[in-house]
């Protein structure tokens, strides 16, 4: 079993829209996770961000079982997504795709990594605290 983390590379991208549309599938059903798809679009065209170099994917013997993207401005880098296939979890790839996020970001001169996980997604919540990312605030809604 080859296991690997590495950049987005064109011929990746259809594999990617279907892990994605899994993982919007999949946050539909979680607390908060309504909200969050609106606010963060399902990207257009994976392709178009292999030459920006801000997505990483896990694959295993060369399939893809997941992807992180990240979002880097001046100081602030965000994983916008992060996502393994629920079969290939607990091989340690939400790990290595958070850490070469993690080194790009520092690279890129930012200040702090930050990340979001829903209410009750302790999953996501601990990948993130296992590479020193911690809630700084927490924001509670109510629809009007």
């Given amino acids: ?3 690997l983390v ?10 990617v829209a279907e892990l994605e549309a899994a993982a919007r599938a999949a946050m539909a059903l979680q607390r908060g996770g309504p909200a969050r798809l609106t606010e963060v679009a399902p990207v257009a065209d994976w ?8 997505v990483w994917v896990a694959t295993l013997d060369q399939v893809v079982v997941g992807y992180l993207e990240l979002l880097v401005t001046a100081t602030i880098a965000e994983v916008r997504q992060v996502y393994v296939h629920p079969e290939a979890r607990e091989l340690g790839f939400g790990d ?4 070469a996020a993690r080194e790009a970001a520092r690279l890129a001169g930012c200040t ?8 009750g997604d302790r999953d996501t919540k601990n990948l993130y605290e296992r590479a020193g990312i911690v809630a700084r605030k927490i924001v509670l809604s ?3």
């Fill in 112 to 119: 702090a990594l930050e990340g979001t996980a829903l209410p």
């Fill in 47 to 54: 392709a178009a961000l292999v030459d920006e170099q801000r």
């Fill in 142 to 144: 109510t629809p009007l």
């Fill in 1 to 3: 079993m080859q296991e």
């Fill in 96 to 99: 290595e795709m958070l850490a």
């Fill in 6 to 15: 590495r950049l987005l590379a064109a011929p990746d991208s259809a594999e």
